[in-house]
């Protein structure tokens, strides 16, 4: 079928070059090649009829659009081919785009924020690159942790992991997680609104 495909989009792209065609007649044909026909039609912006009966007199006729059929040319062609003539339906609609953008959309946002927003953050409430600042929030909050522990900030603990963050940043492996969490979330997300539509 790939091969019909390039087949008609190369004969539609002869008639699109053609000044002199405003119109052009695929022979007859069955319907599974009448919709390759359809669709490589639409992509080109292309106005589609259908028209005969049955599966071995159906044809289709493309209009450029500058040049959309009268209601008596369709008349006229409907008479030859005897029968009714169909508009080409609308394309179909591709389900998944929504997905795709939401879970690009989640990604990024998560890699921003895991890059760029908590060690902003973290700065300011005192889990600084050079450590933790004097005075601030971390500060009380390395007190109390060092309290509890007997004298120390235990390691692993979540003053020694949020320092640890403010000072280097994320590892590339969980920014990458958390950049997959996100994209997972939002591609969710995008997939409940495709159903919706």
């Known amino acids: 079928m790939d091969t019909f495909r390039e087949e008609v989009q190369n004969e539609i792209d002869r008639f699109l070059q053609d000044a002199s065609q405003r119109r052009h007649t695929f022979p007859p044909m069955d319907q599974g090649p009448i919709d390759v026909v359809l ?6 912006g292309l106005k589609s009829y259908i028209f005969g009966q049955g599966q071995v ?3 289709v006729l493309v209009w450029k659009r500058q040049f959309a059929p009268t209601d008596e040319e369709i008349a006229a062609e409907e008479a030859k081919a005897g029968g009714k003539s169909t508009p080409a339906p609308p394309p179909k609609k591709v389900r998944g785009g929504r997905r795709l953008l939401y879970g690009a959309i989640g990604g990024t946002i998560t890699a921003g924020v895991l890059l760029v927003g908590a060690p902003v953050v973290l700065g300011a409430v005192g889990f600084a690159s050079t450590g933790i600042a ?3 929030f971390a500060a009380s909050m390395m007190s109390a ?3 509890a522990n007997g004298g120390g900030v235990a390691a692993g603990s979540a003053v020694a992991v949020l320092q640890s963050v403010g000072a280097a940043g994320f590892s590339a492996a969980t920014v990458a997680g958390g950049t997959v969490a996100g994209a997972s979330v939002g591609a969710a997300l995008g997939g409940r609104k495709d159903e919706k539509d």
């Open 39 to 44: 669709e490589v039609a639409n992509d080109a």
């Open 145 to 147: 942790a060092a309290v």
């Open 134 to 136: 004097a005075g601030s």
């Open 57 to 59: 007199e159906t044809y």
